[in-house]
């Protein structure tokens, strides 16, 4: 055997993992670059409402009202999720729970300084920021629709990627279903659950008579963060349709506590959502393509409103797709590239 050539192929399977770092090096700094870009709406700065406070290095608590707070989590990118705790004499309701699991976080833990009474959880809608530690909640109760209940055995509801946007996603296990414009008696407090459809299919908002409030998840929310139109299941005719009942059936004596951002929006801003709603259907507002940290979104604008929606792939889960396997093709041609090189300086040799 030649000692030399020996000697020149430790050296090449040395050269190749370093280079093979490089390349994950290039390609962690691709990522940082994309996110380092973007250009996502201007940094939200979160306010506290009367009488709120952190309460940790994470979450926020407002107390609404003698008997409602508001949990935000403010650190949580451009999400600012808020998620509430509606309590009565006899259970607490607390709708939705956050994005908290990617942070490491759990929003019982806040929620058993607030009440000691049995809690009961109802979700907004499945996306993964509103869904964190589902699988660990006690007491789940769900919208009923018949094709959620067709696909739940022994009371487990394995969702979908559609649904909460993630690869992998968990299964709910299903204390209680509860029907479209059901009232839930919480002692001395009822609230009523609608199914208003245009963000997703399963979509749920809350109503409070006693209080004047509703709570409407994804539907509508602080407009200083972006509205998302992600195709999967968004559909902007539902959507006005939903705001048109909520305004003819509600006033301005009700205040509108959605899921990302300040809650305690107005009425009047809910009747601004539906004319921005109704221009963006007749597609007569002003759009601007953006490099952002998910890909390139197609950004409407309109009086301080604004909706973003994928630009290429359909939808929001089909672009993510598509990014997914952009990046290993990037990935596999640079491996195939520095092995080429590498080749050529052994023949050299």
């Known amino acids: 055997m030649n000692l030399n050539n020996t ?3 430790k050296i090449n399977k040395e050269e190749f993992m370093k280079n093979r770092l490089k390349i994950i090096a290039i390609l962690f700094a691709s990522i940082f670059i994309l996110n380092s870009c973007s250009e996502d709406k201007e940094k939200f700065v979160y306010p506290l409402w009367e009488g709120a406070e952190w309460v ?9 009202d003698e008997q409602t707070y508001a949990i935000s989590e403010p650190k949580v990118n451009w999400y600012y999720n808020t998620s509430y705790l509606i309590l009565g004499k006899e259970k607490a309701l607390l709708f939705d729970t956050g994005y908290g699991t990617s942070a490491d976080k759990n929003i019982m833990s806040i929620v058993e300084k607030i009440t000691d009474l049995p809690v009961v959880t109802m979700f907004s809608h499945y996306h993964f920021d509103h869904i964190a530690n589902v699988e660990n909640q006690k007491s789940v109760w769900l919208i009923d629709l018949p094709y959620l209940r067709e696909r739940t055995t022994d009371n487990k509801l394995k969702l979908t990627t559609r649904e909460t946007m993630q690869f992998s996603s968990p299964t709910v296990t299903v204390s209680k279903w509860i029907k479209p414009n059901e009232i839930i008696d919480l002692g001395d407090r009822k609230i009523q659950v609608l199914n208003l459809t245009g963000h997703t299919t399963e979509s749920t908002v809350l109503v409070d008579e006693k209080y004047k409030q509703l709570f409407t998840g994804d539907f509508f929310y602080d407009p200083l963060l972006d509205y998302v139109d ?4 968004t559909d902007a005719n539902l959507l006005i349709n939903s705001a048109e009942k909520l305004i003819a059936k509600y006033d301005d004596s009700y205040i509108f506590n959605g899921a990302h951002g300040f809650p305690k929006q107005s009425y009047t801003t809910l009747k601004k959502y539906l004319s921005f709603l109704k221009s963006y259907k007749n597609k007569s507002l002003d759009s601007k393509i953006n490099l952002t940290s998910t890909g390139f979104q197609t950004v409407y604008e309109k009086d301080g409103m604004r909706i973003t929606t994928s ?3 359909g939808s929001a889960t089909n672009q993510l797709i598509i990014n997914v396997i952009l990046g290993l093709v990037i990935l596999i041609l640079l491996v195939v590239f520095v ?4 080749k050529r300086r052994n023949k050299v040799k």
């Open 230 to 233: 992600l195709a999967d299941d």
């Open 7 to 9: 000697k020149g192929i």
């Open 56 to 64: 940790d290095d994470y979450y926020i608590v407002g107390k609404l």
């Open 339 to 342: 092995r080429k090189k590498i």
């Open 311 to 313: 630009t290429y792939g």
